[in-house]
DNA sequence: TTGTAAAGGAGAATCATTCTTATTTAATAA
DNA sequence: TTATTAAATAAGAATGATTCTCCTTTACAA
């Protein structure tokens, strides 16, 4: 994604557009791989030599908060971010620490027809998501 | 569950049978709650007074290992533990920090058809889950 | 009963993340 | 264009969960 169309979306959520925010936005879209707050201050520290690790933990929870990415938890304890926001699911590596985007719009019709038809005692459910653990053939 | 058949179960895979480990399976059991390990050591601390924090852990990593209970991770960045360790999925209150298991052997069914049909290329499934998030009527 | 490998206790260390405070800057209005 | 100001950043201390180290204790096999 170019780096005025990057610009545009933080401008659209009413977020002031800083330096630092177009880098680890910009760091997301190209890692394209569900970076830690860590990859992404490698991946900027050329063009953002001074950025505090805290200002990147903090731009990271305002894209959270304004819907333009989203966290992903792992077992590994480290969080994780991840740029496709619409609803889909994630491949998670068991031998290896990579995570993929999975979507399947199948799979979505399927668990929202079986959840509309068996619905849970006491709880109202606002979305869900499939975690599929596997190896890539890569791995 | 009772004492007796804790004492087993940690012996059965081969594990000391050591007071610390029967108080912390037995706590997770009756708490049944998804506890951190904080939650372990309040619950176990008129029995065990003097337990390390460490060995808590230690004994949690053991316990994991051996397939006698299941880590679950949360966006609150504490891990939690599960004994139950049957294939189910999880109901995630998103206003407060319940956890419940979810047992739906239509789901399991329904996803394992889906999954058999729709080969993902160049992944092999391991297991899947769903994580299912809204509220519960009590929050 | 003893020997020994495994487990536990104590507390320091680590590592990801958050917080605090002073400084800087983006965006707005004059 | 410049001045204003609320918001954002830098720096580094603080926090909190978890891990590690090292020494002591214990479960259990022989």
Known sequence: MEIEKIREEIANKGLKVTPQRVAILEAIYSLNNHPTAENIADHIKESQPNIAIGTIYKVLDALVEHNI?????TEAGKMRY???????????????????????????????NHFNKKRIKG????N???QVNGTFDKC
Chains 1, 2 share one sequence.
């Not at 609803?87 to 019709?109: A, G, K, Q, T, V």
């Open 123 to 126: 709880f109202h459910i606002k």
């Open 82 to 112: 991840d740029g496709f926001t619409e609803h889909h699911h994630h491949l998670y590596c068991i031998e290896c620490d990579l995570i993929e985007d999975y979507i399947d719009e199948e799979l979505n019709e399927l668990l929202k």
């Open 128 to 130: 869900f998501a499939v």
């Open 69 to 73: 990415i989203k966290k992903v938890t």
